[in-house]
């Protein structure tokens, strides 16, 4: 089974931290993505990558910015945390079927 | 403006009864349809994937069902069991297959 991974199961950060969020596949896929959950608004996606050193704009990249060094892992970067940005945060890979594989969530509060 | 519609926005069923949930959606090219299934604080996990040429996809106790005409979907839940209780996200895909749109969800409580 595909294994995506959330280094961060709960994050607290105080506003204008710069906070890192990381996320590893272990299946070698060229996709990868980050999303944000919130009540009411589903799944927005921020960012994805689709190889190394690629990436592209989601709906909502204000704020963010993301790192993709090798293959496995894709990060996500909150260059001055706002209370704005307390979410759930989701990580996913997609496999060769289309299909997509998310991460347990990190949920990030900023105070 | 790709949509993805999802109701009831939360239902409460008994243990054992059935239950189906609805999903409308507007997203063209259409390319395919997913059903995920939402723990409380952990990430979505994928229960079915339909393409256009998919009108029923069973996942043990899960069928979706998906008419690309009217652009519906749903998941009928049988037998259903504590273990149910989540929230249940409708996912479609247009053509290329790397954006998805994201219903907000149905949020099933199984009760005794």
């Known amino acids: 089974d595909v294994k995506v991974t959330q280094s961060s199961r709960y994050l607290v950060k105080r506003t204008g931290e710069k906070v890192f969020l990381e996320c590893v596949q272990d299946?070698?896929?060229?996709?990868m993505f980050w999303y944000r959950q919130d009540p009411g608004l589903g799944l927005r996606l921020i960012y994805f990558?689709?190889?190394?050193?690629?990436?592209e704009k989601g709906d909502i990249p204000e704020g963010y910015s993301v790192s993709r060094e090798k293959k496995e892992r894709f990060s996500l970067i909150l260059e001055s945390a706002s209370t704005n940005q307390t979410s759930m945060y989701l990580c996913?890979?997609?496999?060769?079927?289309?299909?997509?594989?998310f991460g347990s969530g990190t949920r990030l509060t900023v105070v | 403006k790709n949509q993805v519609e999802q109701s009831p926005q939360s239902l409460i069923i008994l243990e054992g009864k059935n239950c189906t949930l609805q999903?409308?959606?507007?997203?063209?090219?259409?390319?395919?349809l997913r059903w995920y299934k939402q723990d409380t604080g952990r990430g979505p996990v994928s229960l079915t994937i339909?393409?256009?040429?998919?009108n029923t996809k069973s996942n043990g106790r899960y069928t979706a069902t998906l008419d690309a005409d009217t652009k519906q979907s749903s998941l009928h839940i049988t037998a259903s069991q504590l273990s149910d209780s989540a929230s249940y996200i409708c996912?479609?895909?247009?053509?290329?297959?790397?954006?998805?749109?994201f219903g907000t969800g149905t949020q099933l409580k199984v009760e005794l």
């Open positions: 996913a890979s997609q496999t060769a079927n289309y299909g997509y594989t």
């Open positions: 299946m070698d896929h060229e996709n």
């Open positions: 990558s689709y190889d190394v050193k690629m990436k």
């Open positions: 999903c409308n959606y507007t997203v063209s090219p259409f390319s395919n």
């Open positions: 339909m393409t256009f040429s998919e």
């Open positions: 996912v479609v895909s247009a053509f290329g297959g790397n954006k998805l749109t």
